[in-house]
T-cell receptor, first 114, second 113 residues
Framework: EPEVTQTPSHQVTQMGQEVILRCVPI?????FYWYRQILGQKVEFLVS????????KSEIFDDQFSVERPDGSNFTLKIRSTKLEDSAMYFC????????????FGEGSRLTVL | QQQVKQSPQSLIVQKGGISIINCAYE??????FPWYQQFPGKGPALLIA?????SEKKEGRFTISFNKSAKQFSLHIMDSQPGDSATYFC????????????FGKGTTLSVSS
């Protein structure tokens, strides 16, 4: 069964460092998303991406964040200068069919900022 | 207006019992209401979803009830099993690909055997 894969599964970084989280969405999907989940809290929308541009972004997705689809398979989230409060689980998701709205989530990348 | 309020925060149910989780929304532009199930260490996975043109949708032991006038919807899990123990999130969106899915805070369900 096709799945969304994310790397790394866990990354520890120092405050102020740049981090890149990588995702390989399901191959025929057209819409890509990043969500985050701070430990024990709800899943929060960060950004959606379609046709090589951002479709929608939340207030959380400020200038420190960027997304890119550098090739035909990868979808990346970059955090330019990490803060302690960026510590969270970051989930990549994708979907194809605009009618169903169903998102397929990866298993997440846990980011710990020290 | 973007919030989805979910209750209860946690729920303990005996095996075979009925689990009920409730959600409420404010934004009348929302027209797609999914429930996601999340096991520890995993990403959320779609369980069941409903659009506001129907008041109820059933898939196996899982039922969504939808009350458009009250802007509320709920998940019923019939004959709850220990394997149902997980965190459940309600969510809402405008139902178009590329738009944000707004999640509730989650309900941790424990089904005791």
């Amino acid at each position: 069964e096709p799945e969304v894969t994310q790397t790394p599964s866990h990354q520890v970084t120092q405050m102020g460092q740049e981090v890149i989280l990588r995702c390989v969405p399901i191959s025929n999907h057209l819409y890509f998303y990043w969500y985050r989940q701070i430990l024990g809290q709800k899943v929060e929308f960060l950004v959606s991406f379609y046709n090589n541009e951002i479709s929608e972004k939340s207030e959380i997705f400020d200038d420190q964040f960027s997304v890119e689809r550098p090739d035909g398979s990868n979808f990346t989230l970059k955090i330019r200068s990490t803060k302690l409060e960026d510590s969270a689980m970051y989930f990549c998701a994708s979907n194809y069919n605009p009618g169903t709205g169903e998102l397929f989530f990866g298993e997440g990348s846990r980011l710990t900022v020290l | 207006q973007q919030q989805v309020k979910q209750s209860p925060q946690s729920l303990i149910v005996q095996k075979g019992g009925i689990s009920i989780i409730n959600c409420a929304y404010e934004n009348t532009a929302f027209d797609y209401f999914p429930w996601y199930q999340q096991f520890p260490g995993k990403g959320p996975a779609l369980l069941i979803a409903i659009r506001p043109d129907v008041s109820e949708k059933k898939e196996g032991r899982f039922t969504i009830s939808f009350n458009k006038s009250a802007k509320q919807f709920s998940l019923h899990i019939m004959d709850s099993q220990p394997g149902d123990s997980a965190t459940y999130f309600c969510a809402a969106s405008r139902g178009q690909a590329g738009t944000a899915l707004i999640f509730g805070k989650g309900t941790t369900l424990s089904v005791s055997s």
